[in-house]
């Protein structure tokens, strides 16, 4: 294990030497290279690869934990009753950007929600964390299912009903994406819920919530 992680590391200071100066890495460039080390893992059983995962992690290094995160997207055919422990102990301890919050909650994280939809009791009480990375992600974790029309079990509006005011700009930002997804599948249905909360819903993230609509539904919402 040690071994591919300081292949990883020489892998993405390669990367670097070859970006012009002022430039940064590309996401799709670490995914790229997550890939190729990914098949040289030799025991691809999940308890292996989250150990590979959680030493990546602990080096708080973006891309590597882009590398972590992915690895750990990559073993959703093993999911089980563990994981979502071991999926909320690395929200909670390495999560500390909006990247990594992302990157986790729309692909391994996401996923592992989309399986499991009884854990949505569990992400309903994210909302009330002091943390506000992991309230933030209570509302980004349901996208992924939200996107692929597979809602039953989870409620986005009760996230954004907890969410609505949060005193974070980033947690509202986030659950207005969420609304946004929501509008990609069913629009009447955001429509109503921003009518009847218009005079409450911070406009940041009233507007995040609106980036779908046509120009003309926007300017009638946003009117309100």
Not at 4 to 12: F, M, N, T, V, W
Not at 75 to 89: A, E, H, L, P, S
Not at 193 to 215: T, W
Request: glycine share 4%.
């Amino acid at each position: 294990m040690d071994d591919l992680r300081k292949a990883a590391k020489q892998e993405i200071e390669q990367l670097w030497s070859s970006v012009a100066e002022g430039k940064h890495i590309k996401t799709g460039d670490i995914r790229k290279l997550s890939a190729k080390l990914f098949r040289k893992i030799p025991t691809k059983d999940i308890n292996s690869v989250f150990a590979l995962c959680e030493q990546l992690l602990e080096e708080h290094n973006w891309e590597l934990g882009v590398i972590a995160f992915d690895w750990a997207f990559r073993m959703k055919k093993q999911y089980n009753k563990d994981t979502y422990v071991i999926f909320y102990g690395w929200l909670k301890k390495y999560v500390r950007g909006w990247g990594d919050c992302d990157d986790f909650c729309t692909h391994a994280f996401g996923e592992l929600l989309r399986q499991d939809k009884s854990l949505f009791s569990k992400i309903l009480e994210w909302t009330a964390d002091p943390d506000f990375w992991v309230r933030r992600a209570s509302a980004v974790i349901l996208i992924p299912a939200i996107l692929h029309h597979d809602q039953d079990g989870i409620d986005p509006f009760m996230i954004s009903d907890r969410l609505m005011n949060d005193v974070h700009d980033l947690v509202l930002k986030g659950y207005g994406w969420m609304l946004k997804c929501v509008s990609q599948t069913d629009q009447p249905a955001v429509e109503e819920y921003l009518i009847k909360n218009h005079a409450v819903m911070p406009r940041v993230a009233f507007r995040y919530a609106l980036e779908k609509f046509d120009k003309e539904a926007r300017g009638r919402l946003m009117a309100l």
